[in-house]
């Protein structure tokens, strides 16, 4: 019998649901919304249902010296959550969520969604308040969070990891512990914290449970602007186009303004390309008119309603949606002129390429490329309490910060202790 085997074995023998290949469940399991993933075959799918359930797939994980790949909703488009090998640690039974008012807290399962976190403010009918997380309603939570969290508030509020007020974690010797903003300075526990905010997914074990911080709303009416501005001329992307598009990205925005952009090119379509510009505003309907109108002298009306925008990011994640996602990332400042005008050129050169036309003619193909977030940085307030956390910090060498950058601070690995082969990190 080998190691997977045997570890399958045990676990069931736990009643810890376990799905392998060519069961109906493995194959939903592992479907993926991208089919540059279709291919990937985990040797099993693990579906626990509590802390401790995670814990005894772990435990066997580090004895069995099997790989493990936490998966939340799987919606990383490098395929992060994605297993090639081992096991599947698939966290989408523990999605319960509770919010408290009184704290201006909500406690979230691992697997909870911002679509499902988000209703908790709905159902209460708390108006004036927000929950510092992303804008498509089927991203999971602790994978947001994690990895920093750049959402439609961020340059209101911070990154989505600032809002981190504990964690459950079972780190990779299979201990359950919790940690929190207010741990002992100098402790593991303070600097596992600090490592969850923002230093990736499950590089530090496997987070089960956490509370973020409920953030106010700047308007007194509770509302804030949510639409889209959408352009496609007949004569397509024109030079008009790529002026306004390079007014959005080289604006100073105020932080109340977040704006996420879309060049698209949709052979699936008869228009010729145009821009889809997602607007999210902390503020009013006026103040928002006023803001567009003095640094764009626009008056063009939103398109659509966020309830549009939410349903095709949906449609988008089902996994009968087959669509091939190629993603990279850069990120350059909006005071830089001739970077901006360099790469709006080249995008527009690409959609209207008539060899692009030609070669994918008549074929279901959508070009599309992602601007996240125009015109600004995070929150600065935040920005100075990690700056001063960062000075005050024990956390040693070899760590990242809440982008993913390294960052120097003496010793790393005295507090990570290196698993076996496929394990987890564990806090020594």
Same mark, same amino acid.
């Given at each position: 019998m080998s190691r997977m085997e045997e570890a399958i074995q045990a676990l069931e023998k736990q009643q810890i649901t376990v799905f392998k290949p060519a069961s109906p469940e493995y194959r939903h399991a592992i479907a993926s919304s991208n089919l540059l993933r279709r291919f990937s075959r985990p040797a099993c799918v693990v579906r626990p249902k509590s802390a401790t359930e995670v814990q005894a797939v772990i435990s066997q994980a580090r004895e069995k010296k099997l790989k493990v790949t936490v998966k939340c909703n799987g919606h990383s488009y490098a395929g992060h959550s994605t297993a090639v090998e081992g096991?599947?640690?698939?966290?989408?039974?523990?999605?319960?969520?509770?919010?408290?008012?009184?704290?201006?807290?909500?406690?979230?399962?691992?697997?909870? =969604?911002?679509?499902? /976190?988000?209703?908790? #403010?709905?159902?209460?009918?708390?108006?004036?308040?927000?929950?510092?997380?992303? $804008?498509?309603?089927?991203? $999971?939570?602790?994978?947001?969070?994690?990895?920093? $969290? #750049?959402?439609?508030?961020? =340059?209101?509020? %911070?990154?989505?990891?600032?809002?981190?007020?504990?964690?459950?974690? /079972?780190?990779?010797?299979?201990?359950?512990?919790?940690?929190?903003?207010?741990?002992?300075?100098?402790?593991?526990?303070?600097?596992?914290?600090?490592?969850?905010?923002?230093? %990736?997914?499950?590089?530090? %074990?496997?987070?089960?449970?956490?509370?973020? =911080? /409920?953030?106010?709303?700047?308007?007194?009416? %509770?509302?804030?602007?949510?639409? =889209?501005?959408?352009?496609?001329?007949?004569?397509?992307i024109t030079d008009d186009v790529v002026k306004v598009m390079n007014a959005f990205y080289l604006t100073n925005w105020p932080d109340k303004m977040t704006i996420d952009s879309i060049c698209t090119c949709d052979l699936r379509q008869s228009n010729k390309g145009g821009v889809k510009f997602n607007i999210s505003f902390n503020g009013s309907k006026s103040e928002y008119d006023r803001t567009i109108e003095k640094l764009l002298q626009s008056t063009r009306c939103l398109y659509e309603t966020l309830a549009s925008q939410w349903l095709e990011e949906m449609e988008r994640a089902y996994p009968q949606n087959k669509t091939y996602e190629l993603y990279s990332s850069f990120v350059f400042g909006n005071d830089d002129k001739g970077t901006i005008e360099k790469v709006t050129d080249t995008i527009t050169r690409l959609m209207l390429m008539a060899s692009f036309h030609k070669e994918f003619d008549g074929e279901q193909v959508n070009f599309l490329v992602t601007w996240i977030h125009s015109g600004g940085k995070s929150n600065e307030e935040e920005t100075d309490r990690f700056r001063l956390l960062l000075a005050e910090s024990s956390v040693p060498r070899l760590c990242y910060d809440r982008v993913g950058r390294q960052v120097d601070g003496g010793g790393y690995k005295a507090f990570l202790g290196q698993g076996e082969e496929g394990a987890l990190a564990a806090i020594v």
């Open positions: 096991i599947s640690l698939d966290l989408r039974d523990m999605n319960n969520a509770s919010l408290d008012m009184d704290s201006m807290i909500i406690t979230m399962d691992a697997v909870s =969604r911002w679509g499902m /976190v988000y209703e908790t #403010l709905v159902i209460g009918k708390h108006d004036r308040f927000i929950i510092n997380g992303g $804008g498509c309603p089927t991203v $999971g939570v602790s994978g947001f969070i994690l990895g920093g $969290g #750049l959402g439609p508030f961020t =340059r209101s509020f %911070g990154m989505g990891c600032d809002t981190l007020v504990e964690a459950k974690v /079972v780190t990779a010797d299979g201990r359950l512990i919790t940690v929190r903003e207010t741990s002992k300075k100098g402790s593991p526990e303070e600097r596992l914290f600090w490592a969850l905010q923002g230093a %990736g997914a499950a590089s530090f %074990g496997v987070v089960v449970r956490m509370k973020l =911080r /409920v953030r106010k709303l700047s308007s007194l009416n %509770g509302f804030v602007v949510a639409g =889209r501005y959408q352009w496609f001329r007949t004569d397509g």
